[in-house]
């Protein structure tokens, strides 16, 4: 198979990373990039130009190169993660520290968490998957101690997993509401919820009388041939007669 | 790779390939502003941010799609292929702008290499030590990029193909039913190739070893008309789990099929017909729901699968 | 589902309880009576491939063609199903006193699947709840059970320096071998995938500390 059947379920906890990895978050530069940029603006640039230095300039093709070709040492810029972190790994950057991501800001999620037993915070999608990297890339960003911050991270993850698992008592055939659920969440939930619920349309499905006299109970003896026959556009097989079965 | 880029790279006119490096205030973003107008040649859209997608196939518009946008794109239209339970239209020319551009960033990388190997009479080692030339830094992050590139297309080629095998059969059907262009416009011109020759592997397959043993009424591998059709269709109401976008422009009021609550709050009415239920998929709100439900909503880009 | 899902060939490997309603002559076989026919009201269990179209197979020129029968007044199918032990009273009410610790893979290894079909025959809107019911209940257990062993899994894998302390008491794998040994094919597929989804994040999750 050209995909693993399991991917074909869900996406891996490295693939959400990577599409982690492309949301944007706020450095601050320890280079400056920025430079010659009057004898840039008269120049009209082409394709042929091999001249050494436009060629080491920045073309990025995922994102807008102009905040890495305008970097000043300590002016914050934003750029995606992915970069942000190779940056950090280069000590081209310091990595700012989103707002939520510190002791002030999960304690107000810890507490929204434990205020609303049937509600979900408002925490960006990409939580759990963000503060596990950069815990781990760039644990010097951090003003807050991060053992303090990795506990109410799990504490958030806990309480959270307490009310999905409050939440899955109400799986069913029709629908599901999952709102402020993050991306690693849901993923990993996917294969439960999705088979359960595929499931419990089809033995729904299976129970309900779709044929077109549904509605009125046996108004005419000549339906009993044809009309009752399709009862589900599953299985052909339902070209049975009702012998009536019921419990 | 699965697809060629000589192939495309040929049809396009040779200015094309010259990406457009122009700009003084934005000399960064790519700008496909040749032959390649488009977005794509169904009415799937592959950019939120571009108006134009109802654009009937081969009208030329000057719209200009940046790399990014275009980037951005490609990131739904996988994550959007990897949940649905159906093979998505192919963006024929999105793919053809990333692979164009993937050449050129391919090239210049090497060409700016060179001219380090020129400099630098040491070999480079572009591995995770730090880089003390600053001058190396663009080149790092744009190899870096590129693999990122490269991983997601593959991932998708990867996920199509795999429906393209599952959904041979299925393939063959609409073939026969509608006219070619509708499997054209699914397809890439190299998946369409493939999904050719492997089908008729398979069927050549089953032939040697084991229909052709067979009595001729039991060799039938397409028969629907028995109790079960031997044809797997995709499971259309599979559930999937989508969020809710909203109009590709963003101007919420002009959309015909928003409502709005009594909170203001838009939404999108939609019907499970076996249910007889309506549903509110409120915009910015994440679901589980049937698929046939919410198909024309992720065609017209209105949601996406997450 | 599908042409060639093997599941959903064992389903209809069920063994369903038949009885004869027209004598057919040749048939005797079935009850290890070869030669004689098989008597009207004769009773034997069928598989439910061969016994669904059986019980269908004499309606069908009744509502086609009704030249195809003659001079009989009444067309009747070969013989009549009736409830499979799978869904009887007796399982009905065990089901509804105690779903959680029903042991249905001693029921029936594709009872959910088994049940979809016989609700589609007979439109059986009661059965599909119960059904429906007890696989929601179960799902809950499955699930917490998926998790908790992936927890410990990890610990038991992991250098050790992990807690994860989740609500969920670890069990142990007898216990989950026993617990394993009670689930329906369908409910082993659900538990495998979601174990090792939640296998698989923890695993990230670990790996990035």
Same mark, same amino acid.
């Given at each position: ?247 | ?306 | ?34 030669? $004689? ?10 598989? *439910?491939? !061969? &016994?669904?179209?059986?019980? =269908? %197979?004499? +309606? ?39 779903? $959680? ?10 009872? *959910?699947? !088994? &049940?979809?079909?016989?609700? =589609? %025959?007979? +439109? ?86």
């Amino acid at each position: 198979m050209s995909l693993p059947g399991r991917l074909q379920e869900t996406f891996s906890p490295e693939e959400v990373q990577f599409i982690v990895e492309n949301q944007k978050i706020k450095i601050f530069p320890r280079i400056t990039t920025s430079k010659k940029r009057g004898g840039d603006s008269s120049r009209n640039n082409n394709n042929n130009n091999t001249d050494n230095e436009d060629m080491s300039r920045w073309r990025m093709l995922t994102m807008d190169g102009r905040a890495l070709e305008n970097m000043i040492v300590m002016k914050s810029t934003e750029v995606t993660l992915w970069l942000a972190l190779l940056l950090k790994q280069q000590s081209k950057c310091n990595i700012i520290i989103p707002e939520w991501l510190t002791i002030k800001g999960l304690d107000l999620m810890l507490q929204y968490e434990k205020r609303n037993i049937e509600r979900f915070s408002a925490l960006p999608w990409d939580w759990l998957v963000v503060s596990e990297i950069l815990f781990k890339q760039a644990a010097d960003d951090f003003n807050d101690p991060i053992y303090e911050l990795r506990n109410r991270i799990q504490d958030l993850k806990e309480i959270r997993q307490m009310k999905v698992l409050q939440g899955l008592k109400n799986l069913n055939e029709s629908h599901m509401q999952l709102d402020n659920l993050g991306l690693l969440e849901i993923n990993e939930l996917r294969p439960f919820i999705v088979r359960v619920m595929d499931k419990l349309r089809q033995i729904h499905a299976s129970g309900i009388d779709t044929t077109e006299t549904e509605n009125q109970d046996y108004d005419d003896d000549n339906d009993i041939g044809m009309g009752t026959m399709i009862s589900s556009d599953r299985d052909a097989s339902s070209s049975i007669p009702p012998n009536a079965m019921s419990f | 790779m699965d697809v060629d880029i000589e192939d495309i790279l040929a049809e396009l006119n040779t200015d094309s390939t010259a990406v457009d490096y122009s700009g003084n205030n934005n000399p960064l973003s790519d700008i496909a502003n040749t032959n390649v107008s488009t977005l794509y040649n169904s009415s799937y859209p592959d950019d939120k941010n571009i108006p134009t997608n109802k654009n009937p196939p081969g009208v030329r518009s000057n719209t200009k799609i940046s790399a990014e946008q275009d980037y951005s794109s490609l990131m739904t239209l996988w994550r959007n292929e990897r949940c649905s339970p159906e093979l998505l239209p192919y963006p024929h020319h999105l793919m053809s702008r990333m692979l164009m551009r993937i050449q050129d960033q391919l090239e210049r990388l090497e060409i700016i290499s060179m001219d380090f190997m020129g400099q630098n009479s040491n070999t480079i080692d572009n591995s995770n030590k730090p880089i003390n030339n600053n001058n190396m830094l663009p080149l790092l992050c744009m190899e870096a990029e590129l693999e990122r590139i490269k991983f997601i297309i593959r991932s998708y080629i990867r996920c199509r193909l795999s429906k393209i095998d599952k959904f041979s059969l299925y393939l063959r059907q609409i073939e026969q039913d509608s006219n070619l262009k509708s499997l054209d416009d699914l397809l890439s011109k190299d998946e369409m190739i493939y999904y050719q020759r492997h089908s008729e592997m398979i069927l050549k397959l089953f032939n040697d070893t084991t229909l052709k043993h067979l009595p001729p009424e039991l060799q039938a591998i397409n028969d629907t008309t028995g109790t079960i059709s031997m044809i797997d269709e995709p499971d259309w109401n599979k559930f999937v789990f989508i969020k809710v976008i909203g109009p590709n422009d963003k101007m919420l009021n002009s959309d015909p099929l928003l409502k709005k609550d009594s909170n203001n709050k838009f939404f999108y009415e939609v019907i499970i017909p076996e249910l007889e239920e309506d549903v509110e998929l409120f915009i910015d709100s994440i679901y589980v729901m049937r698929y046939n439900v919410i198909k024309n909503l992720l065609l017209d880009g209105k949601v996406i699968l997450i | 589902m599908g042409y060639y899902d093997i599941d959903d060939m064992l389903t209809e490997g069920s063994e369903v309880p038949c009885k004869f309603l027209q004598d057919i002559p040749g048939l005797g076989y079935l009850e290890n009576n070869p030669g $004689k026919p098989i008597k009207a009201n004769a009773k034997l269990m069928l598989p *439910y491939w !061969l &016994a669904h179209i059986l019980a =269908a %197979i004499d +309606s069908i020129p009744l509502s086609e063609d009704s030249m195809a029968v003659d001079e009989e007044e009444e067309a009747v199918p070969f013989l009549e199903m009736s409830t499979p032990e799978s869904f009887s009273q007796r399982v009905i009410n065990a089901i509804k006193t105690d779903p $959680k610790s029903l042991d249905l893979h001693s029921i029936n290894p594709h009872f *959910y699947e !088994l &049940a979809i079909k016989w609700c =589609a %025959i007979y +439109s059986a809107k009661d059965l599909a709840k119960v059904v429906s019911d007890l696989l929601l209940q179960r799902s809950q257990d499955i699930n917490n059970f998926a998790y908790s062993m992936s927890t410990t899994n990890k610990n038991i894998d992991s250098i050790g320096s992990m807690s994860n302390n989740t609500d969920i008491k670890p069990h142990n794998l007898l216990a989950s071998s026993s617990f394993l040994m009670t689930l329906d094919e369908l409910e082993k597929q659900i538990y495998r995938t979601s174990h090792e989804s939640y296998k698989d994040s923890k695993r990230w999750m670990f790996q990035n500390k």
